[in-house]
């Protein structure tokens, strides 16, 4: 997890990637390459498909489904 430090700009990306399938495959995809996996593949309390991959800087990218 990332430390609770004050920063500016956004908080993360979030792209939708189309179906489950595509979000799982994706995944896989970005952990085999040695992207972390911060969180998920999850269904989150609203019903949104979802999983958050930290990229090399540091950010957080949420890839969801439609």
Known sequence: ???NVES????HL?????DKTAVDNLVDKL???????VDGPRTTGDGYYEA???D?????IELTAE
């Not at 500016?8 to 908080?11: I, L, P, S």
């Open 1 to 3: 997890k990332r430390p």
């Open 56 to 60: 090399p800087e540091g950010n957080l």
């Open 14 to 18: 979030a792209m939708s990637v189309g």
């Open 8 to 11: 500016y700009g956004y908080a």
């Open 52 to 54: 958050v991959i930290e």
């Open 31 to 37: 952990e085999s390459d040695g992207y972390m996996l």
